[in-house]
């Protein structure tokens, strides 16, 4: 068997173990795969990124009354960014959120989000030994408005401010591309998440998430996470740079 491949089943591997055994999103936009081009623009000339993203998650938060409630949020945003700096890119979305509180029913609303994502480090490992190609870290931050009705009479609004911290290690395939991706990208690190609404605001603050990232080409990826609070949640993404 191609060593390569190898690497990419161990990678595989590795993944369902992860999602199988941790409570663990990814940074919401698509990063550049060109190595040159991560930190110093010496590579691939891409500038815009686009994509879509949703995510399935609840969170429990605390009401002016004293009383906790489960806020469940399933939603699908349309993004859209631009890289200032090769290490800076700017980005803004806009889709549809369907929330729920308590037993209340479902509302579903627009919802607008803002964010910046910080190429912190992208280091080449040159003794790799089983899939670490390359080591990298991003900072993250997205600002969020969400607003919903519930129980005909209670309009609600409420933004979310999230920081995160996400360490990556990159296996990148060469040689059997009939079979293998450009790059499987291995990701965690934690979250600190702030809910600020008139109504109520979050219970916890502090998360964690991981996943894996697939790159089909440097810059056509999609990625799947999980992320967890109070309780687990899913998200991903497709993502392309040009």
């Not at 390569?4 to 940074?27: G, R």
């Not at 081009?37 to 010496?42: A, E, H, I, T, V």
């Not at 969170?59 to 002016?64: E, I, K, L, M, S």
């Not at 790059?183 to 998360?207: K, R």
Request: with cysteine; aromatic share 12%.
């Amino acid at each position: 068997m191609h060593p390569d491949m190898k690497k990419t089943i161990a990678t595989c591997l590795f993944v369902c173990a992860l999602l199988a055994s941790t409570s663990v999103t990814a940074l919401p936009i698509g990063r550049s795969n060109d190595h040159a081009n991560y930190m110093f623009g010496k590579g691939s000339p891409d500038v815009f990124v686009v994509g879509i993203y949703g995510s399935d998650l609840s969170r429990d938060v605390n009401d002016d009354m004293g009383w906790t409630r489960e806020l469940e949020t399933s939603r699908v945003m349309v993004y859209g960014g631009l890289d200032v700096f090769p290490w800076f890119t700017l980005f803004g979305a806009a889709g549809a959120a369907r929330h729920t509180i308590g037993v209340s029913d479902a509302d579903t609303s627009p919802e607008f989000e803002f964010g910046a994502v910080l190429n912190v480090l992208d280091q080449v490992i040159y003794d790799p030994q089983l899939f670490e190609d390359r080591l990298r870290v991003n900072a993250a931050a997205t600002y969020t408005l969400s607003s919903a009705t519930w129980y005909e009479d209670w309009d609600a609004s409420w933004n979310t401010l999230k920081f995160s911290l996400i360490a990556s290690v990159v296996n990148d395939s060469e040689g059997e591309k009939m079979f293998a991706p450009e790059s499987v990208v291995l990701f965690a690190g934690p979250v600190y998440s702030l809910i600020n609404g008139d109504d109520f605001d979050q219970d916890q603050a502090f998360g964690v998430t991981g996943g894996i990232e697939v790159y089909f080409t440097d810059s056509v990826s999609m990625n799947i996470a999980l992320e967890h609070y109070d309780t687990t949640g899913l998200s991903g993404g497709l993502h392309l740079r040009f």
